[in-house]
Nanobody, 119 residues
Framework: QVQLVESGGGLVQPGGSLRLSCTTS????????MNWYRQAPGKERELVAS????????NYADSVRGRFTISRDNGKRTVYLQMNSLKPEDTAVYYC????????????WGQGTQVTVSS
């Protein structure tokens, strides 16, 4: 029923770019804050970027600010993460997350997509 499906990951050289997409179904998309998280081996899952339901506010981790851009298309029920100037330390599994803007414990997660930055 509820689905969040990430795509766009892969192998890229340092300095390159990738665009991740997360397509969703089964829940009222416009009532949810959308987030991108990532998790590298042996590391805690960290919040990378966040965007509110009407795109009125965005937030970024210090490590990606100026390089990554989060956006959403409510008509397409899709959230994007444009990643530029990629670094090896960006290597991780990237997860799409939906958090209800009022009932904050109501969360949905995607399966993740692997991003590897290596020469």
């Amino acid at each position: 029923q509820v689905q969040l499906v990430e795509s766009g990951g892969g192998l890229v050289q340092p300095g390159g770019s990738l665009r991740l997409s997360c397509t969703t179904s089964g829940f009222p998309f416009n009532s949810y804050i959308m987030n991108w998280y990532r998790q590298a081996p042996g590391k805690e899952r960290e919040l990378v970027a966040s965007i509110t339901s009407a795109s009125s506010s965005t937030n970024y981790a210090d490590s990606v600010r100026g390089r990554f851009t989060i956006s959403r298309d409510n008509g397409k029920r899709t959230v994007y993460l444009q990643m530029n100037s990629l670094k090896p330390e960006d290597t991780a599994v990237y997860y799409c997350n939906a958090k209800h803007k009022v009932i904050r414990h109501r969360n949905y997660w995607g399966q993740g997509t692997q991003v590897t930055v290596s020469s």
